[in-house]
């Protein structure tokens, strides 16, 4: 029997100044399994992951997670286990990479970064299970070397890997990727794949956007192709690599 899908997103809009951004969109992502949206810039891809993420209000439409509407903010909407990454890598400050992968265990924590710094018995203990917990993100993600390095001292791949550390640091059940092989070149977005392809293989579900064609095809499940807001093509990599409609559309090829 197949897995009920883990998030549905049902005729999903959103207008701006009164432009359609995103017209109207379907699409589901099971569990355990990578869907991607590709496009040209302005196709509506990371509209679509900031609404699914609670940081944007959609226009119309409805966000169905785990059975349950999504609820409107990006603290809620991370508390029912959705996690993101950005476009632009965000470091915490100074931070190390262990403090950076920290923040995000505390989110799954039951102290708390405040009620930790009070130091009880039993506070200690659970800082300790979390930083273990960190620990083995780190070293998931083969940043293992680095965990006592400022994250603004890496080179710009390491730090998109602390980002989906980060992120991972949450116990997401679906994982929201936003341009992760940007800036990226050959060797690290094959060591960004290899990461993926290991979030999956956990049973976190993935969402992902990125302008990287190869990458998308290599790694995902499931490809939506969006151009201008609409769902233009949905289907296998393999499927989405001949479509003469995408070649036109999206890839810049004669549909001929």
Known sequence: ?????????????????????VG???????PGRIKALIGPNGAGKTTILNMVAGALPPS????????????????????????????LVRPFGDMTVLETVLVGCHLR????????????????REERGLRDRALEIVGAVGLEDRAGANVTSLPYGEQR?????????TAPR?????????????????????LVCRVRAS????????????????VADDVVVLCHGERLAEGR????????????????????
Do not use: K
Not at 24 to 30: H, K, L, P
Not at 161 to 169: D, G, M
């Open 1 to 21: 029997m197949t897995a009920p899908p883990l998030l549905e997103v049902r005729q999903l809009g959103r207008d701006f100044g009164g432009l359609a951004a």
């Open 24 to 30: 109207s969109v379907d699409f589901t992502v099971a």
């Open 60 to 87: 119309r439409g409805h966000i169905v997670f785990d059975g349950r509407a999504l609820p409107g903010s990006a603290h809620a909407v991370a508390s029912r286990g959705v996690a993101r990454t950005f476009q």
């Open 109 to 124: 924590g039951r102290a708390g970064w405040l009620r930790s710094a009070l130091r009880t018995p039993a506070q200690r």
């Open 161 to 169: 890997l602390v980002e989906v550390a980060r992120a991972l640091a």
């Open 174 to 194: 679906l994982l929201l990727l936003d341009e992760p092989g940007a800036g990226l070149d050959a060797a690290e977005q094959h060591r960004l794949a290899a």
């Open 203 to 218: 049973g976190v579900a993935i969402l992902l956007v990125d302008h990287h064609i190869d990458f998308v095809l290599d």
């Open 237 to 256: 990599p393999e499927t989405i690599r001949r479509d003469p409609a995408v070649m036109a559309a999206y890839l810049g090829e004669d549909a001929a």
